[in-house]
């Protein structure tokens, strides 16, 4: 029986600088082992804890979808200790990943229905990987209209840029990306994500609406939603914010009777309404 204490080695293979300013970077890794890919078995919206060796490590959503064989894709801020350490690494050095960790999109769920998906900022990185499983030519099928909306503070500050080029010329995604404040060179929407999720209007019949963003976004974005018909058992989000050692021991994530590594980090707003306030 596998030590879930134990990070798996793994290699960086590509580091890609997300934003203009440079502290949000997307790391491509694979591990060392040969049977440990077969063994890392996940679905978009779980999460790894990323060892970065001699200084600790952090919770990140896993930013790569299952059907992108042999990698693991993470994004990653730099706010902290640890952050800052990942950043100062290269391609071809070595870190630890333990994982994958807590549940998921419910896909079976969500097969059959229209689905909205609705980001700002960097949590944009699990929904990416929903976004590519859905988009999955043996996948792409089995889900009905897909509507993205995803926005960021400015044009520099989103998200992996040369695959939302690419998703805007799809005629399977309606891609809407919008920026609180424009530039000279933005010819696409400038407005909150909430309320040019109000303009799109996406319908809500037999529809499943994904939330991820800051705080603030998802706080303004569930109105949003419930106004145009959504229900919460129908508003999904992820509280991977609050994700601490991964595995429920250290207790630092739990709301009320709840762990959110272990019960989450992907809850609907429905199974929300019954916890405290305090996430």
Not at 48 to 63: K, M, R, T, W
Not at 81 to 108: A, I, M, S, Y
Not at 214 to 229: A, C, N, Q, S, Y
């Amino acid at each position: 029986m596998e030590n879930i204490y134990i990070p798996k080695l793994a290699r960086i293979n590509k580091i890609t600088v997300e934003n203009e300013i440079g502290d949000l970077k997307t790391f491509e890794i694979s591990f060392l082992g040969d049977k440990d890919f077969d063994d890392f078995k996940y679905i978009p919206g779980q999460f790894v804890e990323i060892s970065s060796f001699g200084i600790g490590e952090a919770p990140f959503g896993v930013a790569s979808s299952p059907t992108e064989k042999n990698i693991i894709k993470i994004s990653v801020k730099k706010v902290g200790k640890v952050t800052t350490h990942l950043h100062d690494l290269d391609e071809g050095d070595l870190l630890g990943v333990r994982g994958p960790l807590g549940n998921g999109f419910p896909l079976d769920r969500m097969k059959g229905k229209d689905i909205v998906i609705v980001s700002g900022g960097f949590a944009f990185t699990t929904l990416r990987a929903l976004i590519i499983y859905i988009l999955n030519p043996e996948n792409r099928g089995k889900f009905k209209d897909l509507t993205v909306v995803y926005g960021a503070r400015e044009p520099g500050e989103l998200m992996y840029k040369e695959e939302l080029e690419s998703w805007e010329e799809r005629e399977d995604i309606n891609l809407v990306l919008t920026v609180d404040k424009g530039d000279e060179r933005w010819k696409k929407r400038v407005g909150l994500v909430p309320n040019i999720l109000k303009e799109v209007a996406p319908k809500s019949v037999n529809a499943i609406s994904v939330v991820c963003g800051p705080p603030i976004m998802i706080k303004f974005t569930f109105p949003v939603l419930r106004e145009l018909g959504f229900t919460p058992d129908t508003i999904i989000t992820s509280l991977e914010m609050r994700m601490k050692c991964g595995i429920g021991k250290c207790g630092r994530c739990n709301i009320g009777s709840k762990f959110v590594c272990l019960d989450g980090p992907v809850f609907t707003l429905a199974q929300l309404k019954e916890l405290s306030k305090e996430y």
